[in-house]
C-alpha cells in the first residue's frame, strides 16, 4: 500500500516538471564547402531566442507573423556575431546574408555567405551555444561543393568549436572515426530523447500498467517498438511527412485514451498489443521531429548512420526504463490489496497530464 501510494505521490509530484515533454534544445548547422567561398546554414527553434531576442512587441502572449518578419534583421545581427570562422588561420566575416526563413515547425533559418575558401584548414565556432541552457545540441555537417560529407559533429555549450584539416576526412582512417563519431552522438541523442520524452514514457507506463508478467510485456514493448521505428524510418527519409500541430496533439491523445481505459476496463483490456502498434506508428513521426529540428535530410547518403543510431538509442532508453519499472508494477499487481488502486490512481494522474498535454498543444497555443 505504501509503495502504491509513493508511486502516485511521485507522479504527481513531478507532474509540473513533465509539463513540457518535449523542451527546447536541438539546432543545426550545415556547413558547405564551395570552390571561392564557404555557406553556412543554422537552424534553430524559435523558442530558443525569444528570452534574448524578445519578439511579442505587443505583449499579447503570441508571436505574429508581422512581428517575426519585423525580428529578422536582430536574428540576423544575432547569428552573425555569434558564429565565428577562421579560413585557414585568417577570420573571415559574412559577406552575403542568405535572408531568414521559418518554417512550419516554429523554426527559424539564416544563411550566411562567406568569400573564401579553405585550402588548408576551416575552423568553426559557435558561440551561440554559449547562450543557451545546459544539454542544447548542435549538429555540425560540412559538406564539399558536391555534397560529400567531411565533418559531422554535436557541439554543445562545453564543445562549442569544430577544425578541419582539409583532405584528412578522405582516408580510411578519417572515415572510420567520423563514422564512429555520428553514431555515438546520434545514439546519445536517442536515449536522452526517450528518457526525457516524458509523453512517450508515460504511455508505455499507462501500456504497461496493466501487465502481470515478462511476456505481455515484452509483446506491448515489441510492438510499439516495431511500429515507432517503420515511422521513424518513413519520416526520416521523407517517405511519409505529418505536421506536427497533427502529431503533437494526437500522443497527448494517445495517453488520455490508454489511461481512461485502464480506469475503465481494468488490468485485461483486449487487443492492447494491436491498439499499441496503432497509437505507435504515430509516436514515430514525434521522434523524427528531432530529426526534422536537427535539418537532417534525406537528400544526403549519411541520413541512414544517424537514422540507425538514434533509433538504437530510442530502444536502449525504452528497455533501460522499462525493466526498472515493470518488477514494481508486476509486484503491485500481484497484490490484492493493492492492484486496482495502484492501476487506477496511477492512471488517473497520467490522464491529467494527457489532458494537459492535449490542451497546451491545441487550444492554449
Known amino acids: 500500500m505504501l509503495i502504491c501510494r509513493s508511486v502516485i505521490v511521485t507522479l504527481l509530484v513531478l507532474y509540473s516538471t513533465w509539463c513540457y515533454a518535449h523542451p527546447p534544445g536541438l539546432s ?22 525569444e528570452a534574448f531576442l524578445p519578439m511579442d512587441s505587443d505583449l499579447d502572449a503570441e508571436v505574429s507573423d508581422a512581428e517575426r518578419e519585423s525580428a529578422k534583421p536582430a536574428i540576423v545581427k544575432l547569428m552573425a556575431e555569434q558564429l565565428k570562422l577562421v579560413i585557414d588561420g585568417q577570420e573571415v566575416k559574412p559577406v552575403e546574408f542568405g535572408g531568414v526563413n521559418f518554417d512550419h515547425q516554429n523554426n527559424a533559418q539564416v544563411i550566411f555567405s562567406y568569400a573564401a575558401a579553405p585550402q588548408k584548414k576551416l575552423q568553426i565556432q559557435s558561440n551561440f551555444l554559449s547562450l543557451l541552457p545546459d544539454g542544447h545540441q548542435q549538429y555540425l555537417t ?6 560529400r560529407v567531411l565533418q559531422e559533429k554535436m557541439l554543445g555549450k562545453q564543445s562549442v568549436q569544430a577544425d578541419l584539416e582539409m583532405g584528412v576526412s578522405e582516408t580510411i582512417e578519417g572515415s ?3 563514422l564512429f563519431a555520428t553514431f555515438s552522438d546520434f545514439f546519445k541523442l536517442g536515449v536522452e530523447h526517450i528518457v526525457t520524452g516524458y509523453d512517450h514514457l508515460l504511455f508505455l507506463f499507462a501500456l504497461l500498467a496493466v501487465t502481470h508478467s515478462f511476456w ?3 509483446k506491448i514493448i515489441t510492438f510499439f517498438t516495431v511500429a515507432h521505428s517503420i515511422t521513424l524510418a518513413c519520416a526520416g527519409l521523407n517517405l511519409v511527412e505529418l505536421p506536427s500541430s497533427f502529431v503533437e496533439p494526437f500522443i497527448a491523445a494517445t495517453i488520455v485514451y490508454v489511461a481512461v481505459e485502464n480506469i475503465i476496463r481494468g488490468d485485461h483490456p483486449k487487443g492492447r498489443h494491436w491498439l499499441t502498434f496503432g497509437f505507435g506508428l ?28 538514434f533509433n538504437l538509442g530510442i530502444e536502449t532508453g525504452q528497455i533501460v526504463v522499462a525493466s526498472i519499472v515493470l518488477p514494481m508494477i508486476w509486484w503491485l499487481n500481484s497484490r490484492v490489496e493493492t492492484a486496482e488502486k495502484f492501476l487506477k490512481g496511477c492512471s488517473f494522474v497520467v490522464s491529467l497530464m494527457g489532458i494537459y498535454w492535449l490542451l497546451e498543444r491545441t487550444v492554449l497555443q
Do not use: C, N, W, Y
Open 28 to 49: 543545426s548547422l550545415d556547413v558547405l564547402i564551395k570552390d571561392a567561398q564557404v555557406e553556412v546554414k543554422v537552424t534553430f527553434a524559435l523558442q530558443d531566442i
Open 142 to 147: 560540412i559538406r564539399a561543393a558536391e555534397g
Open 176 to 178: 572510420s572515426v567520423s
Open 216 to 218: 505481455p510485456a515484452i
Open 282 to 309: 504515430v509516436h514515430g513521426f514525434g521522434f523524427a521531429g528531432v530529426l526534422r529540428e536537427l535539418d537532417i535530410s534525406s537528400g544526403e547518403a549519411g541520413i541512414l548512420m544517424p537514422l540507425l543510431s
